[in-house]
């Protein structure tokens, strides 16, 4: 059974923020590692999703049920599963993800000029 677009959305929030604080971590000599609940808080203060904190639980659960995460301790990670899968969406994505910092990095009025109208109202 395929995973739900929100499932794949907490799958791929888990996969690049421990890649984030695996980058930053490891510059110091440690490994990042994250809980359940301290992903949860993480993604709900940041406003990721807008869905409740039961219903990011039941995601995690499930995404648990279908071997895509695993916890060592309270340790959570992407299993061989879930790293495989957040790899195949971060190929897919990527190209889009660097139009949009190239646009939202570069002054892309000085490269064109833009036609402009009034709006119909």
Do not use: W
């Amino acid at each position: 059974m395929a995973l739900s677009k929100q499932q794949i959305l907490v799958l791929y929030a888990l996969g690049i923020l421990h890649q984030r604080l695996s980058e930053k971590c490891s510059q110091h000599g440690l490994e990042a590692c994250i809980t359940k609940a301290a992903f949860i808080r993480l993604v709900r203060s940041i406003h990721l999703f807008k869905k409740k904190e039961r219903a990011l639980y039941k995601n995690l659960e499930i995404l648990e049920t279908r071997k895509y995460v695993s916890y060592e301790g309270k340790k959570l990670l992407l299993s061989q599963l879930g790293r495989k899968e957040f790899l195949r969406k971060t190929y897919h994505l990527a190209p889009f993800l660097q139009v949009q910092d190239v646009v939202e990095r570069e002054d892309v009025l000085k490269y064109t000029k833009v036609q402009t109208s009034f709006k119909s109202c």
